[in-house]
């Protein structure tokens, strides 16, 4: 998923392929002083207030646990029992027991004000790397440079949002009108690692003074972001033999189960259901894009521009029949709520063509990319048309909460879909790719949906899944459930040359199910395929569960320590809707059906 990442064909160990004979790009000027300087301003004050609201909140921690009259700085660097012991939860202790003993406040503090001061202080170094790296911005970049500190500026300004959200959750604070829940916070802290996972791999085959600094700033944001996983968990880093974590951190109040209408889970309102499911005659729409100039706007860009920030409203975009060559459309994060509707599959047809053969990072290769939470998909295709031999090239990019793609096509070559980061939920699509087309690191369900495996390039093989769940206390994962295995009609005739596989391991915790699934012939018997020798083969969690079809008998399939064929319903049930992205609780307000649980 890398700049640099090894493809199938690549042998083990050996250097990337990517593009060793590309020629060098003219480095980039730098953006206009005037533009330039107002971003550096605009940051500044951003930073600046999102650190004062951190401090104030260490104030306040600070005030209860230095009630006996300890001073605000630490005399000495022995921690109390309360620091040992919640340290000793974490994959890092040694940076975990430093960073605590340097908060003021923390000598004195419980095990669960440790919580608090864990995300409080993480929080204040985010703050502080964002601050840091927008100061650099002017620098004169190349392109490829230029994509990767874009990219982690953008990444950076994500986690501080999303611990943001965290910390206030944890401190009794509501968001939107409805109490946080454990799993809302394991789902932010979870994103934010996988953003700062991101970020150094789009910097990883760099190498100059832009690297360096920005080496500096991120210096021990992944190892603390890990850390405050483990510490809000209060479990250890077993994970039950790769199933998900049952935490057993008390329970918020939005946590307990009700019962789900529909199947479908709780975080989709009655509007979103009704939407889903009306025809686009019966929908009311805020925005209505039209190429022929019928519309409100005739580009999807002009759209989104216009469209409210950090609203509540579902916002309701209609994107009329026509093929939109816009290059890297994007809802950001502030685009809260945006719902687009198209006139069909193959009908509405949104396609860029950027790749990483371009000198740009995978992340930013996307077609469409949404990370503002709420987002909605409807009856339209997404592709990118690169085509196989520029490799990385993505044709739809999800990293938003609550977001739900529906009667959609996803069509390109390799890396797809790139399920990001956040909770995510795909129905009734067809996806085609070939190497690792749907990757990421999202807590994400596909239901009902068809997964086409294309013809690759020469001595290529096909890898369904690449998942890169880098931590054990991360809630993510890949549930494939009563979806279609196929193969396109140029793959069906080659075959036997092709070879096709469920998924490998992009990182060390990589974890993907398949249940109740057809599998087309085009399966091979061993099922999976290794990334690299030895490497996560215990450490993933890779499960199948009563699939059927030619391609899903597992007499013959890989014997690692971490592939199981799952007989017990009670762990199968663990990935469903219900469970595995809390589905029960936001998806009956989308309107799109779904199976909350095995079945109906």
Known sequence: MGYGRLEPSDPVGGPSRLHPNQPEQPASSPQPPSRRNKIILLSMLSITLLVASAASAAVLIGLRTRASGQSGSSVHRTPTRAISKTCSKTRFPDLCVNSLLDFPGSTKASERDLVHISLNMTLQHLSKAVYSSSGISYLQMEPRVRFAFDDCLELLEDSVDALSRALLSIGGEQLSGAAASTNDVLTWLSAALTNQDTCTEGLADLSGPVKDQMAARLKDLAELLSNCLAIFSGSDTNDFSGVPIQNRRRLMESDISEENAGGLPRWLGERERKLLGLPVSGIQADIVVSKDGNGTYKTI???????PEHSSRRTIIYVRAGRYEEENLKVGRKKTNLMFIGDGRGKTVISGSKNVHQNMTTFHTASFAATGAGFIARDMTFENSAGPGNHQAVALRVGADH???????????????????????????????????????????????????RKPMPSQKNTITAQNRKDPNQNTGISIHACRILAVSDLEASKGSFPTYLGRPWKLYSRVVYMLSFMGDHVQPRGWLEWNSTFALDTLYYGEYMNYGPGAAV??????????????????????????????????STGVAFLAGLAE
């Open 403 to 453: 977001s739900v793609v529906y009667r959609c096509n996803v069509i390109g070559y390799q890396d797809t879909l790139y399920v990001h980061s956040n909770r995510q939920f795909f129905r009734e699509c067809d996806i085609y790719g070939t190497v690792d087309f749907i990757f990421g690191n999202a807590a994400v369900v596909f239901q009902n949906c068809s997964l086409y495996a």
């Open 555 to 588: 007499g013959q399939r890989v014997k690692w320590p971490g592939y199981r064929v799952i007989t017990s319903t009670v762990e199968a049930v663990k990935f469903t809707v219900a469970q595995f992205i809390s589905g029960s609780s936001w998806l009956p």
């Open 301 to 307: 860009a002009e759209a989104i521009k216009k469209a």
